[in-house]
Structure formats: C-alpha cells, structure tokens
C-alpha cells in the first residue's frame, strides 16, 4: 500500500484559487497575444520556419470578363421579372468599378448574347464566421483593408433583351433564353451593342449621353460616350416630336438650359406633310420668365473645343437667327429687354377669337347655366349687332344696355339673375384684347414661318389671368387652325409646328370650371390628333401632378430631371429603379422614359448650352 505522506494537510481551497489565477493569466496573455497578432506585433510569435507555406491560388492563364454566372441559387430566366434568378460572382480585382445599373453581356452557346443590367450588389462570406465581434473588429480597425477573397461579391442582373446577328446586322429580342453556369460575364463596352441592347436609335434628335449613376457611359469607340437620340424618321411610325414631350424638374435643375438644347436640335430640321412637301419646323414657345428669346444668340461660354464635340456627334450649336420675339401689348405693362438681340414684334388679342372660343372670357366662376347663356345668345345677337369687327369695349357697352336683358328676361331667352352674373364676370378683360397693336391674326404669316423660332414672353404681364387668357387665346388659335378641315389661315395647317409651353401646370390642370374643362378638351384633341396634323407639344413643368390625366396620356417622351417632391415624382410614371434616383440627380442629369424610343435610361445632357443663357 502506498503512503499518502501527510495528504490530510492538503488544502484544496487554496489550490483550486491558485489554478484559476493561473488560467486566468494565461486567458489574458493568449487574447493579449492575439490582438497584438492581428496588428503585426506578437510578442511569442515563433520562427518563419514553423509557419505554413503561403500556397498561390491564383488560376493558370488570362482572366477575361467580370466574374461567371452562379447556379448557387439557380439560374432562371422567367416570363415573369419577380420570378427571375440571375446571378454572377465577381472576382476580386473587377469589384470596384462596378456601379448599380452597369450593363453587362453574357454569351449563350452559338454566338448569341444576353444584354442586361446589374440590379443589385452584394457582398456574402466565403467562409461561415462570425465576424460581429470584438476580435474581428479591433483587427479590422487595425487593417488597411480588407482581403477581398474572404467574400463573395455577387451582381444579381436584370435581363433586358438577347442579342443576335442577322445577315450581318445586329438586332434584339426579348429574353427567351437561359445562359449555362459559370458563363464569362463581361461589360458592355461596345457603342453598337450597348445602343441594340436598349433599342437607342442610331439617329434623330440628340437628348444627351447615356450615363449610369450619374457617371456617363464609356467605350472604346471614339467619341467614347454613347448619344442617346430620340426617332425622328418615318421608317417605323411618325416622329416622335408629334407624340409629344414632358420636361419635369424642380426649381434650379436645369430644365430651361435643357429644354433650350433640344429646341435648338429641332430648328432646321424637315418633315414630310400630306400633300408631299418637306418644310422646316416651326417653334412657337410661350415664356413666363423671357428666356427662350436669347436662343437668337450665341453662347459667349461656347469654346472651341466644345463646337468641334458638337460638330463631330451631329449636335446643332449656335443662335439661332430667324428668332423673333411676339410681344403681347398689354395696358399698364411694358416689355423692355436688353438680354437678348432678337428681333420684337408688338401684338394684340383681337375680341374676333372669343367667337370661336367664348370660354376666354369665361374665367373660372361662370357656371353652365351662365356659360349656356353666354354662348348661345349674348355673343351671337353681339355678332349680329356689331360684325367680327366688334371690340371688347363694345361688348361691355352692349351688356350694359338695360333694354336688353329686359328683352331677353321676357322673351325667356336669358333669365336677368342670369344676365346680370354674366355682365359681372366678363369685366376685367380690358388690358387683354383690342390694344395699340396689330392683331396677332394679321400677322399669322410672320408669326409661324417655316425654320422660325417664335417666344411669347409674359414675364412683363404681372397679373396673372391677364397672361393666362393671352396664352390660351394664341395657343387655341394654333391648335383650331391645326385640326380644322377648312382653316382660315393655311399657313399654319401647312407647317409642321412644336407648341412649347413653360409652366404648363399654369395652364393645363384638372379644373370643374367651364373654361378648364374648355382648355383640357381642347389640348387633349391636339395630343390626339398631332400626329396627323404635324404638332407636337412641348410641355415644361414643375408640377407634373398638376397636369391633367386626359393630356398626359398622350405623352409619349418624358424627360425628368432633379425632382424632390414625392407626388411629383410618383406622377411622372417612370419605372422605381429609376424614380430612386430622381431625389439626387444633379443639375443637367435626366430620366428619359420613351416607350417608342428606347428602353428606360439615365442621361447626362450637355454641360454647356448651345445658345446664350442666362443674364449676365
């Protein structure tokens, strides 16, 4: 038997509290260790000979392409976009310049591509750890960066069409295929691919330069950047300039210089009418604050080499000189300009258009018992009395004759209640129509001329129904000689025409008033039938909202640049991966959303104008 020697003196207490000091210190040292580790400097760290051997992991050969798909989490393609499942993983050194909204080819077998954009990025471990931790943290914070081969990068790509050649020509179609597994993902860099893939015509009018995040696109093709051009032949329907055109943008983001740009590409350009001629396009653009009338200047700012770029893409730069500026002559408002050199030409609003449109003088509070009563009889038996030739002056005279609405109240014809509301609400038209200068309607042949730009500005009118009737009263004439069968001036029907309208939600919002229903129905029918006709509307606005629904319709090409209002946004109608981006646009970028034209994009327009802008 073996002795214990003295095991009853043992106290175990005191060896239990000299053990946990012990592990204690040595718990510390090793996490002290390990920190010190992750920054460089382990005090124990033992001889490079007892390391592992670094092992290169690097693949034999030459990369090519972004990364392969990945069937990790399937591959699908479907019918049905939420329902899709595209997905490749990016190596490390391609991981940086990739951007949300980077087009992307991918190759199927026998020569066909799939032209798409990468909707989402996402980073994913390689390897189960937990990386929220303390250890984790400090030795990151520690790090000047990360070892990207610790993560997964993962683009998840939204199909937009498959690529084919036919007889030599390279065309799209929608996406009716999928590509196999680990298939080379490259970036869309070439001009031809990138505008097939979108469906951007190859010529037509210049909107601006593609970009993604607000970064324009590059290629290997010189000019590098892709021009985004809006139809203008007869190839594949009408052009659209008469599907008509919606510049939205809040305050500052550039909607004037913008607007300016495209006008300025319209002048000079022909159209074929009906009976087979080919004139140039008219511009008729209404101006609340006197700025299109310097698109007859120069831009002083325009450098050499910005004309050479605009020369070598086909842009139109320079004043325009045919350029007149249509003054309405308005009492107590003088129009005096020193910012612009156009030629100015005084009108007035003749008391004749208010037989054709009698809503003119109906403002907002005539009710349709009154309006009845003022179309039916009271401007007809004026008509009788005093001829075309009749003034507004006389037609408040003629109301104010007692005689008559006795007459009208015992013939049953107009009730004197009813009489008597509308004598007072036709008053406070006198600084509108019949003023000291010639009548806008004998001047038709100077005020539409074939390549003329013609401004109406109202900035001078400082009341605002006043400037209101104005620009009904000129744009209803354009709009009836355009869509009537039998016009009384030709020279309008016969020329091609864009009416432009700044501050459209001024004009052409929803309204239970007769003359806002008047005004709607009116400019809706012009939408319709533009096409036909030859006009096109242009309208610019701060308020998209504000336009009512039966116009907005029939715009065809919306153009959005910095909006910050939600309502605004939402009624703009453009695809949410897009409307995010509206909120934090910079000046001069846009959202071009043409169903006819292209696929939805981003642009970046021309940083200089082409003509002179802005009052120094």
């Not at 106290?11 to 210190?25: H, T």
């Not at 909707?119 to 189960?128: D, G, I, M, R, S």
């Not at 504000?546 to 919306?558: E, H, L, M, R, S």
Request: contains cysteine.
């Amino acid at each position: 038997m073996s002795d214990l020697g003295d095991f009853t003196d043992f106290d175990g207490d005191d060896a239990a509290a000299d053990d946990e000091a012990a592990q204690s210190a040595e718990t510390a040292d090793d996490g002290d260790r390990a920190v010190d580790a992750a920054a460089g400097s382990d005090p124990t760290a033992q001889s490079t000979d007892d390391d592992f051997e670094d092992m290169d992991v690097t693949p034999a050969g030459t990369d090519t392409g972004l990364g392969v798909l990945s069937a990790a989490n399937g591959l699908r393609i479907s019918e049905e976009a939420e329902e899709t499942v595209l997905r490749a993983y990016v190596t490390a050194r391609n991981r940086s310049r990739l951007r949300i909204g980077t087009y992307l080819l991918v190759p199927y077998p026998g020569g066909e591509r799939l032209f798409c954009r990468i909707k989402a990025l996402e980073y994913a471990q390689e390897f189960h750890a937990d990386d929220a931790t303390e250890i984790h943290a400090r030795r990151a914070m520690r790090e000047r960066g990360i070892d990207e081969r610790d993560f997964k990068f993962i683009a998840e790509l939204e199909p937009v069409a498959v690529l084919y050649s036919d007889d030599g020509e390279l065309k799209r179609r929608m996406t009716d295929r999928v590509p196999k597994p680990e298939t080379v993902v490259r970036e869309a860099t070439d001009k031809s691919e990138i505008k097939t893939g979108l469906k951007i015509p190859e010529d037509g009018v210049f909107l601006g330069h593609l970009a993604v995040g607000g970064e324009k696109v590059r290629t290997a093709a010189e000019p590098p950047t892709i021009d985004y051009r809006l139809k203008d032949d007869y190839d594949a329907g009408d052009p659209l300039v008469f599907r008509h055109t919606l510049v939205a943008g809040g305050t500052g983001s550039g909607k004037t210089h913008s607007s300016k740009n495209v006008l300025r590409q319209y002048l000079g350009r022909t159209y074929e009418m009906g009976d087979g001629r080919t004139p140039e396009l008219a511009v008729v653009q209404f101006d609340p604050q006197d700025e299109y009338a310097q698109m007859h200047d120069d831009n002083p700012a325009m450098t050499d080499e910005f004309e050479r770029r605009c020369e070598r893409e086909g842009v139109a730069y320079g004043g325009h000189d045919d350029t007149i500026a249509f003054v309405p002559k308005v009492a107590g408002a003088d129009y005096n300009a020193s910012h612009h050199r156009a030629e100015q030409v005084e009108f007035t609003i003749p008391f004749s258009l208010v037989h054709d449109n009698p809503w003119l003088i109906a403002g907002s509070s005539l009710n349709d018992n009154q309006y009845g009563a003022l179309v039916n009889t009271l401007l007809p038996r004026f008509e009788r009395e005093y001829g075309e030739s009749g003034t507004y002056s006389d037609f408040r005279t003629f109301l104010g004759d007692p005689a008559l609405k006795e007459e009208l109240d015992e013939a049953g014809d107009v009730h004197e209640a009813t009489f008597d509301a509308v004598k007072r609400r036709v008053q406070g038209f006198g600084a509108v129509f019949d003023q000291d200068a010639r009548p806008i309607t004998d001047q038709i042949s100077q005020f539409v001329r074939d390549g003329g730009l013609t401004v109406i500005p109202t900035y001078h009118i400082t009341d605002s129904r006043t400037a209101s009737t104005i620009v009904l009263a000129v744009s209803s004439l354009l709009i009836d000689q355009k869509l009537s069968n039998d016009p009384d001036y030709d020279r309008i029907k016969e020329t091609p025409l864009v009416l432009g309208m700044d501050e459209a939600h001024n004009f052409l919002t929803d309204a239970d008033s007769v003359q806002g229903r008047k005004v709607i129905g009116k400019f809706t029918e012009a939408a319709k039938q533009g096409r036909k006709e030859r006009l096109g509307l242009y309208l610019i606005t701060q308020d998209p909202q504000d336009i009512a629904d039966p116009v907005f319709k029939q715009i065809n090409t919306t153009m959005v640049l910095n909006l910050g209002d939600e309502d605004a946004i939402s009624a703009v109608n453009i695809p949410s991966n897009l409307e995010s981006k509206v909120p934090y646009m910079e000046k001069g970028q846009r959202v071009v959303y043409s169903p006819d034209n292209s696929e939805p994009v981003e642009l970046i327009g021309l940083s200089t104008c082409v003509t002179r802008h802005g009052r120094d």
